[in-house]
């Protein structure tokens, strides 16, 4: 992943410099590699981007590949689903819906982890096998948590799997599956869009090394 960029914005102008952001690295995507693999997270990010990015001009949405940093495991409908969010690209936009890749809530959350790794997949891999995505979008919270990775929690040190079940997290709803740390690291860009007074004295901390 290349060096550390940090950009401090008004609030009012994240969502376009986000949506510009993942754009530009789809378009340099397709014309290095032919495709774009995306991770994607819930929150606020998501909403934005599901209304901004459409408006953008010359997006090969057909070449977009769209995953999960981390699901939380819930239907499709219920409202804490992110799937829920994304869905609604479908029909704005011309991105197949079979290119878009959600969890499938009916599993175990353990089977639900094995069965998303499986889907994660088809991402092409880099020398240490780990599927290497062109741009992850994460959030973080007020506690400096990413995807379901909270601190504290065993799966900091998860070095194995590259998608994990946890059952236990201590935001509701307890089950989810996410993305591990080594796939994070593996990615060529990775995106942090966090925004709120709660989150400025963790995004201080975590920028400062």
């Known amino acids: 992943m290349p060096g550390r960029k940090v950009h ?6 994240i969502p376009t410099a986000v949506c510009d952001f993942v ?3 789809s378009k340099a995507a397709v014309r290095e590699r032919g495709a774009f693999y995306l991770g994607v997270s819930g929150g606020s990010v998501a ?9 953008i001009q010359g997006v090969e949405w057909d070449k977009w590949h769209v ?3 981390d699901e939380r495991l819930v239907p499709f409908e219920d409202g804490d689903s992110t799937y829920k969010i994304y869905r609604e690209l479908i029909g704005k936009v011309n991105l197949p819906e079979s290119q878009i890749y959600p969890i499938d809530p009916s599993l175990s959350v353990a089977d639900a982890a094995k069965d998303y790794s499986a889907k ?3 991402v092409p891999s880099g020398g240490d096998k780990l599927p290497v995505f062109d741009l992850l979008v994460l959030g973080m919270g007020p506690d400096g ?10 799966l900091l040190k998860e070095e194995s799997l590259i998608v ?13 599956v ?3 740390y080594p796939v994070i690291n593996s990615a060529r860009c990775a995106m942090f869009a966090s925004a709120g007074a709660s989150k400025a004295e963790v995004v201080q901390v975590r920028t400062s090394f």
């Open 178 to 180: 996410t993305l591990t």
């Open 47 to 55: 909403k934005f981007m599901v209304e901004g990015l459409p408006k």
């Open 164 to 176: 994990a079940p946890i059952d236990d997290s201590p935001k509701p709803p307890p089950c989810r």
């Open 145 to 154: 948590h990413t995807c379901s990775l909270f601190p504290g929690h065993k």
């Open 120 to 122: 994660v997949g088809i």
């Open 23 to 25: 754009a530009e690295q």
């Open 67 to 69: 995953f999960f940093c």
């Open 8 to 13: 401090v914005l008004p609030t009012a102008d």
